[in-house]
């Protein structure tokens, strides 16, 4: 990990200057698209270790975005606090709420695991009917969210957005990039293939599915945080079924496991409804035909992924990659890389030296 931090800290760093050059050249339509995919990266990035690394199926990570984002609504509304202070509470309570749930469900499995995340996810946002008075029922918190004053009076808010979101993001990437190969990361892992094999060998497995809860609970409200910044308005009609179910749709098509994949469902489930809609209107179809399209456009995409790239966008990627490179391109670089020298141990040291301390 030591060797690779500052790698993947080096690629950030080149990611949020494009970003930042990218939302200087575009128009402020564009930055708001920049801001929401930011936001879809770091909550499909919690669900892919949930789903992607430890074997978990969650149709409720929208729920999670709307506690995140109720929170930050009321923080900012009672205490007014910084909105970067604000931003790591919600997520901590929602890590709150993943662990609390993650409990209740670590002897689930399967689809017994998918339906308990389903209640969650379509009767937790509910609570905002039951309680008008301090989560503003049907018409939600209004959120209020400026650009400080140093970057000037006439500096976009949507810029400002955009940056706070892709830094959020980036962050998550990073961090989530190094617990993936940490050994956290590697219990996860030997879970998903066989939890019998990883409780063999130690592994507590309540315990590492209880916390890829807590991680994947902990994205998913800091992009709920993030999303009431961008919107300024959290109601309980963003956070519907269906904002679970395309967060995972997103998961799937950019490859389940791979945090680059969040990157690349991101953008299908945020640019594909924009363009065909545009498309559908340009071509004189009525708004109720327009408005349903981008819904069979995802289908359809996913249909294609799944066949040509089982392994998502990602996986394909990958896979082109590789063909391109030539399938003996890995067992040459192992056959140039040296041979590192270990010296065994007093246990590993040939039968002849035994015999020969033996005999002396």
């Not at 709307?66 to 930050?72: D, E, L, S, V």
């Not at 009525?286 to 069979?296: D, E, K, L, R």
């Amino acid at each position: 990990m030591a060797t690779t931090l500052p790698r993947r800290l080096g690629v950030a760093i080149v990611v949020a200057v494009i970003v930042a050059f990218l939302s200087i050249r575009l128009n402020a339509f564009r930055d708001f698209q920049i801001a929401e995919i930011a936001v879809e990266v770091t909550a499909v990035a919690g669900l892919t270790v949930l789903t992607g690394l430890s074997g978990q199926i969650s149709l409720g990570n929208g729920a999670f975005m709307a506690i995140g984002a109720y929170a930050t609504a009321l923080l900012l509304l009672h205490l007014n606090w910084p909105f970067y202070v604000v931003l790591v509470i919600a997520a901590a309570i929602t890590a709150a709420a993943g662990a609390i749930v993650g409990i209740a469900a670590a002897r689930l499995h399967g689809p017994y695991l998918a339906g308990a995340t389903l209640l969650l996810g379509v009767a937790l946002p509910s609570l905002a009917l039951a309680y008008p008075g301090i989560f503003g029922s049907d018409q939600g918190l209004n959120v209020v969210f400026s650009a400080p004053s140093f970057l000037g009076v006439n500096f976009p808010l949507t810029r400002w957005q955009a940056w706070v979101s892709s830094a959020a993001a980036l962050i998550v990437l990073v961090l989530l990039a190094n617990l993936d190969r940490s050994r956290i990361g590697r219990n996860w892992r030997a879970v998903r293939d066989n939890e019998v094999a990883a409780a063999l060998d130690g592994i507590n497995v309540a315990a590492a599915r209880v916390r890829a809860f807590v991680v994947s609970a902990a994205c998913a409200g800091l992009a709920g945080a993030l999303l009431a910044l961008v919107t300024g308005l959290v109601a309980p009609g963003g956070f519907t079924l269906t904002l679970s179910i395309a967060l995972l749709t997103a998961a799937v098509i950019g490859g389940l496991g791979s945090l680059p994949g969040a990157l690349w469902g991101s953008l299908v489930i945020v640019l594909v409804p924009t363009y065909v809609t545009d498309v559908a209107t340009s071509h004189g179809l009525s708004s109720t035909v327009a408005a349903n399209i981008p819904i069979a456009a995802y289908g359809v995409v996913l249909i294609l992924v799944m066949l040509l790239f089982p392994n998502g966008i990602q996986g394909g990627l990958l896979r082109l990659i590789s063909a391109f490179l030539g399938p003996d391109q890995k067992s040459r670089n192992r056959r140039n890389a040296p041979t590192p020298h270990v010296t065994p141990s007093a246990d590993q040291a040939p039968a002849s030296q035994h015999e020969k301390e033996g005999t002396s």
